[in-house]
């Protein structure tokens, strides 16, 4: 149990094209899902909490018009890097956790290339 | 606020040999701490986590994690290495139940364990 399924695993897009990655909680509901992103050889950084229904908590120095999080249902959240330029490309990993827990699992991320 | 700092960002060992990597934190509420590996491009797996009640906390792998209050430390061993565990391991922190960034991770810098044979 407590699979989180991240799409696509890698992708790769022109600079100035808009790019959506979506994180599903395959066996349990989601109230809260919670986006990283990992530079090369460097820890993972909390980008944004999201709470299904609600509009997400962005963490000091993440750009929300930027980086725009999705929480429409209690199995899936969206990330869409907007304008996507090369500085953009990264790891981007999901993770989420139900009710009460204090575990979040993680999806698989998502290697993003801007060229 | 919280902070997780892993001391040494590679560690190598022996096949066979113990692992030991390091990880200290500072909260200021009852932590919930984590070990996660990360294989290449791929995403987290947790290992082992501490909540409440037995302070010695055993994970898959063989690995194993003993959360000491008085040293703000949750380090990770494994008797034995194995090849299969090279990898990056992440030691992570979140507040107790009840707080608005509750389940919110804050992660060490990560190690690098290369196991030789």
Not at chain 1, 91 to 115: D, M, N, P
Not at chain 2, 30 to 36: A, E, H, I, N, Q
Not at chain 2, 46 to 68: D, M, P, Q, R, S
Request: aromatic content about 10%.
């Amino acid at each position: 149990g407590a699979v989180v399924s991240q799409h696509p695993s890698r992708v790769i897009c022109k600079s100035g094209t808009s790019v959506k990655i979506e994180c599903r909680s395959l066996d349990f509901q989601a109230t809260t899902m919670f986006w990283y992103r990992q530079f090369p050889k460097k820890s993972l950084m909390l980008m944004a909490t999201s709470n299904e229904g609600s509009k997400a908590t962005y963490e000091q120095g993440v750009e929300k018009d930027k980086f725009l999080i999705n929480h429409a249902s209690l199995t899936l959240s969206t990330l869409t890097v907007t304008s996507a330029h090369p500085e953009d490309s990264s790891f981007y990993i999901c993770s989420a956790r139900g009710t009460g827990k204090a575990e979040a699992f993680f999806g698989q991320g998502t290697r993003l290339t801007v060229v | 606020a919280q902070s997780v700092t892993q001391l040494g960002s590679h560690v190598s060992v022996s096949e066979g040999a113990l692992v030991l990597l390091r990880c200290n934190y500072s909260s200021s509420v009852p932590p919930y701490l984590f070990w996660y590996v990360q294989y290449p491009n791929q995403g987290l797996q947790l290992l082992l986590k501490y909540t409440t009640g037995a302070t010695l906390v055993k994970g898959i792998n063989g690995f194993e994690a003993e959360f000491k209050k008085s040293e703000t430390s949750f380090h990770l061993t494994k008797p034995s290495a194995h090849m299969s565990d090279a990898a990056e391991y992440f030691c992570a922190v979140t507040r107790n139940a009840g707080g608005t960034s509750y389940g919110k991770l804050t992660f060490g810098q990560g190690t690098i364990l290369t196991v030789h044979p």
